[in-house]
């Protein structure tokens, strides 16, 4: 398998799939296990949420692409086979704090408003490019809180870096994003407070070989991939 940052020519004999980064824990085992399997090479390229969906709206080669919802764009583009729409795995958005603190309750929505507004400071990743921001964003505005929080918000690349380092109290970031040694992971929002972002794939409308990649599609959301997706923090299915 070959992960790759930036997009470049593809070889015939592989497929190429753009997904965003945080689906990369799980098709880098993913990935290398479905070319153990079928002897077909997988080339996977990496960006953030809304990168992708341009790079697919905008017509850039691909075989198979994973985004996260809402994308009209692509879905109006034709640059994707709108009918191979694949759940492959959901994720949430996770609580942290810095290593040994206290762990606040998130069990409910109004225990999660009562952590959000004693907290000195937040930190999660810019809206602007990151999906998980967008879910943190829709979440404030679920509690009716969204103005009130606005001085103790820091937008930043790698949130559980400002808490590991005491920079901020709570991070809210994907659960499979929550691997800083210097923080405790708290658990997920409630599904009530944030609902879980999917991952969907789809075949290019413009595949090299529609069959060979519906059919790394197919492996992708089988039950013999799910353990994996379990195991990165996520929850397989829709």
């Known amino acids: 398998m070959v992960l790759a940052n930036s997009h470049g020519a593809r070889a015939q004999d592989e497929i190429t799939v ?17 070319e153990q399997k079928t002897g077909q090479k997988v080339k996977v390229t990496f960006g953030s949420g809304a990168g992708t969906k341009k790079q697919a709206a905008q017509g850039d080669a691909f075989d198979v692409i994973v985004l996260q ?36 309750d998130i ?5 999660v408003k ?23 964003n829709d979440a404030f505005k679920k509690l009716g809180i969204a103005e009130q929080l606005q001085p103790k918000i820091k937008l930043a690349m790698a949130p559980l870096t400002l808490v ?7 991070a809210l970031a994907y659960l499979v ?15 009530d407070v944030s609902t879980p972002t999917a991952f969907v794939g789809f075949v290019s409308a ?4 529609a069959a060979a990649a519906k059919a790394l599609l197919d492996y992708l959301a089988s039950p013999e991939a799910a353990p994996v997706y379990t195991a990165k923090g996520m929850q397989p299915g829709s």
């Open 114 to 136: 009562r952590m959000l507004l004693a907290a000195s400071s937040i930190a999660y990743p810019d809206p602007a490019g990151a999906a998980s921001g967008v879910s943190v």
């Open 18 to 34: 753009l997904a965003p980064g945080s689906i990369r824990q799980a098709l880098g085992q993913l990935a290398p296990a479905y």
């Open 206 to 209: 413009h595949a090299k070989d």
């Open 177 to 191: 994003d929550m691997n800083d040694p210097g923080v405790d992971v708290v658990g997920p929002l409630p599904r």
């Open 69 to 104: 919802p809402p994308y009209p764009e692509v879905l109006a583009s034709g640059n994707v086979v709108n009918e191979s729409a694949t759940p492959l795995a959901t994720v949430s958005i996770g609580v942290a704090v810095r290593k040994g603190a206290a762990k606040p």
């Open 107 to 111: 069990s409910t929505a109004d225990a």
């Open 164 to 170: 590991a380092k005491g920079d901020a109290e709570i």
